[in-house]
């Protein structure tokens, strides 16, 4: 069982990303799927989240308007796509994986990827 994240880079303020979080070893058709991110110094914040059943979605207000969080499930991956890069969105972003059928919740973690915004 596995989560990988991929997709970060150094990009250019203004620029756009696309996060990848692909699983192995499990169907993300049953999980929520959240996105966060962690900045040096920094606490972990929620970036966005996709629900497994009726694919309503959540952004913070910090990527809030210039994000998309879309599920590919015969890819068995989730996308994150930010438009409109900023330095401040410099961090490590880590992909969760939930599903609260379960007691306790089953939760899987991605390993991260690290997003850099810099001219």
């Known amino acids: 069982v596995q989560l990988q994240a991929s997709g970060g880079g150094l990009v250019q303020p203004g620029g756009s990303l696309r996060l990848s979080c692909a699983a192995s070893?499990?169907?993300?058709?049953?999980?929520?799927i959240g996105w966060f991110r962690q900045a040096p110094g920094k606490e972990r914040e929620g970036v966005s989240c996709?629900?497994?059943?009726?694919?309503?979605?959540y952004y913070a207000d910090s990527v809030k308007g210039r994000s998309t969080i879309s599920r590919d499930n015969a890819q068995n991956t989730v996308y994150l796509q930010i438009n409109n890069l900023k330095p401040e969105d410099t961090a490590v972003y880590y992909c969760?994986?939930?599903?609260?059928?379960?007691?306790?919740?089953?939760?899987?973690w991605g390993q991260g990827t690290l997003v850099t915004v810099s001219s």
């Open positions: 070893g499990f169907t993300l058709d049953y999980y929520a």
């Open positions: 996709i629900s497994s059943s009726d694919g309503s979605t």
């Open positions: 969760n994986a939930r599903n609260s059928d379960y007691s306790p919740p089953v939760v899987y």
